[in-house]
């Protein structure tokens, strides 16, 4: 495997710094299923998106458009799930949980008297 340096890149990226987000990009791709376009051989998943940047065989423009869609992407919530936490005011089963910690800490309450005795016994 010959070694990936910047300027192998750079004829393919603008600088730098869009090879680091761009190599990042497809490092995600790659650790998500994607096919590599260059033999894998036992590399990293980092020197492979390099090597893939390098050889110019990456759609540079589509990884660019990945790249931003990952930080625009927001979770969605539908009209039925909003609708619900609004009648209930909070899930039920946060609640039951809740009500589970409560209970345990009643249950492991400690009397000031017993906490003497403990730093006593500790302290000795």
Do not use: W
């Not at 791709?29 to 980092?46: R, S, Y």
């Amino acid at each position: 495997m010959a070694r990936i340096t910047n300027s192998d890149t750079l004829p393919f990226v603008e600088s730098r710094y869009e090879l680091g987000m761009l190599a990042s990009q497809r490092v995600r791709d790659l650790n998500g299923g994607a096919e590599p376009v260059v033999e894998k051989d036992d590399d990293k998943p980092t020197v492979v998106a390099l090597r893939e940047i390098a050889t110019g065989k990456l759609d540079i423009e589509n990884l660019r458009h990945e790249f931003i869609q990952s930080y625009k992407d927001t979770p969605t919530i539908t009209e039925d799930e909003e609708s619900l936490e609004i009648a209930n005011g909070e899930d039920p089963e946060l609640r039951e949980i809740d009500a589970e910690l409560e209970n345990t800490l009643v249950e492991d309450s400690v009397e000031p008297d017993e906490i003497e005795d403990i730093a006593e016994l500790s302290a000795e």
